[in-house]
């Protein structure tokens, strides 16, 4: 008889826990009430002076109020199956009040944007994470937090120069590097390559410069990854040194951005050529 009582109270325990659990989804399932949109659908939801195309939406919280809002990138397409978008705008739908709140993203274009989010401040909330591919592939991103119904963007376009090499070539099959920030100088010998130099015009056969006007310079972000940094998340970019064109590789900078006391700082920046910049 024993056994049978506690044989029932362990039943009435589990059914206590599963109704606790389908009762709290219920709740949440009713509080979250997503727009009804599929990407390339015009977004007729905020006022706009040209039409606007959803190009992207994510769902999350944003905002820290432990409810989902979605976020959904819209942006100016001169065909709606273009892959290419103009004047690209980030728009919160608050799925807990129904408002929207909308950002101008100046100067923002690209090619299949992308949402991810990250707490890249250290506050604990998710900051949102803009990515697009330029004609050469090269990723431009933005960053924005979203706090209290504001906006606050703290990547902005300026920041996608990351850190820049300029040069230009020099007699006898070299290369002339130098960055202004680090004040880092670099000779680069390219005998490697002498055959590919010679082919392109740029040096004879006896390594004399011919296009003196030819300059060194260095890429946007071609790659962009999240590493965690203690609680929180830093960025790894990766650009290009290149040469005549953008196939002709001198060397790549792999860098660690870290966002602290309002700004991004440099935690890490090398490559296989220029070395460690921060030593």
Same mark, same amino acid.
């Given at each position: 008889m024993k056994n049978k009582l506690i044989f029932l109270v362990i039943i009435l325990i589990l059914i206590a826990i599963i109704f606790s659990v389908v009762d709290k989804k219920g709740i949440e399932n009713k509080n979250f009430k997503p727009l009804e949109i599929n990407v390339g659908d015009e977004f007729t939801y905020i006022d706009y002076k040209n039409k606007m195309?959803?190009?992207?939406?994510?769902?999350?919280?944003?905002?820290?109020?432990?409810?989902?809002?979605?976020?959904?990138?819209?942006g100016e397409r001169e065909k709606v199956e273009n892959v290419k978008a103009n004047s690209i705008d980030v728009v919160i739908y608050d799925t807990n009040d129904s408002n929207f709140y909308n950002l101008n993203l100046k100067n923002y274009d690209g090619k299949l944007p992308k949402i991810n989010t990250k707490d890249v401040t250290g506050d604990k909330i998710l900051d949102i994470i803009l990515t697009a591919n330029d004609e050469n592939e090269n990723i431009s991103m933005r960053?924005?937090?979203f706090q209290n119904g504001e906006y606050k963007e703290i990547f902005?376009? *300026?920041?996608? !120069? +990351?850190? &820049?090499f300029t040069g230009n070539f020099v007699d006898g099959f070299k290369a002339y590097l130098s960055c202004d920030k680090y004040k880092k100088e670099v000779n680069v010998d390219l005998n490697d390559r002498k055959e590919n130099y010679i082919t392109n015009g740029f040096f004879d056969e006896s390594g004399r410069l011919l296009k003196t006007e030819s300059k060194i310079s260095t890429t946007p972000f071609c790659?962009?990854?999240?590493?965690?940094?203690?609680?929180?998340?830093?960025?790894?970019?990766?650009?290009?040194?290149?040469?005549?064109?953008?196939?002709?590789?001198?060397?790549?900078?792999?860098?660690?951005?870290?966002?602290?006391?309002?700004?991004?700082?440099? *935690?890490?920046? !090398? +490559?296989? &050529?220029?070395?460690?910049?921060?030593?």
């Open positions: 195309y959803v190009l992207n939406y994510e769902m999350q919280d944003v905002n820290g109020d432990n409810n989902k809002e979605m976020i959904i990138l819209i960053i924005v937090s902005k376009n *300026k920041d996608n !120069k +990351g850190i &820049v790659r962009i990854e999240f590493v965690q940094l203690n609680e929180y998340y830093g960025i790894q970019t990766v650009q290009k040194i290149v040469g005549f064109n953008n196939d002709d590789l001198l060397d790549e900078i792999t860098s660690v951005w870290k966002y602290e006391n309002g700004k991004w700082n440099v *935690k890490e920046a !090398k +490559g296989s &050529v220029v070395g460690n910049l921060l030593y």
